[in-house]
């Protein structure tokens, strides 16, 4: 169990991180960088603590990292959010989404940055 809370906590830290990452690519100001990172960073607790769990407060890279939506939180509620007549567990739809953005904002961060090098 120890194991797979650090795995999912790593592969969600990682995940904020691309994402920083990628926003601090596009933006050209340090302000603007700090204050959407503060948003994405806070968004699923606040979300968590308004709604429950929903997609929003699962999807986002820093969902395995929160307060009271954190990924132990996950496992232990048995929470399951539903689309169409399909069920997903919270803590699987977390490690999905935290892997694909890794990958995705890695990829448009190293694109982004490589862009603005060139020009």
Known sequence: MQIIL??????????????MLFLSAKCKDTLTVLLISIVVLLMPLFAYVAMGATWLSTILPSAGIGMQNNFLSQLANFNYLNIGGMSFWTPHVILISAGIELFVFTFLAIHSYCRHQVA
């Open 6 to 19: 650090a795995a999912a906590g790593l592969l969600s830290v990682l995940a904020t991180v691309s994402c």
